[in-house]
């Protein structure tokens, strides 16, 4: 098992920045990708990042060039910083492990790839004021 505590979100105008940070705990070895995730009320969750830890970092399109996803401490802490934030941005931020072998081979903003996560934190929520 593995244990994920979001923190870091809050409210911002646009254009600001934030950086969440995620704290893992437990069997951390045994996961083969570290992800984000976002929603909305009403909407489906939608993958933000995934880092494979030295091998691929991929992102949605819609965060591409704003965002950075980040890890320290062999997958016991990660990152997501967001600059340029829009008001779209707003949501609950997840973050999310996999020990899914299928992770690997799946991009970040394909429908449905929030199946492929089976650990998850509890959210925290961004608020982008225009």
């Known amino acids: 098992q593995v244990q994920l505590v979001e923190s870091g979100g809050g409210s911002v105008q646009a254009g600001g920045s934030l950086r969440l940070s995620c704290a893992a705990s437990g069997d951390t070895s045994s996961t083969y990708c570290l992800a984000w995730f976002r929603q909305v009320p009403g909407k489906e969750r939608e993958g933000v990042a995934r880092?494979?830890?030295?091998?691929?970092?991929n992102y949605a399109d819609f965060v591409k060039g704003r965002f950075t996803i980040s890890e320290t401490n062999a997958k016991s802490r990660l990152y997501l910083q967001m600059n340029s934030l829009e008001p779209e941005d707003t949501a609950t931020y997840y973050c999310?492990?996999?020990?899914?072998?299928?992770?690997?081979?799946?991009?970040?903003?394909?429908?449905?790839?929030?199946?492929?996560?089976?650990?998850w934190g509890q959210g925290t929520q961004v608020i982008v004021s225009s």
């Open positions: 999310a492990a996999s020990n899914k072998w299928r992770c690997l081979g799946i991009p970040i903003q394909l429908p449905g790839v929030r199946n492929e996560y089976n650990f």
């Open positions: 880092i494979i830890i030295d091998v691929n970092i």
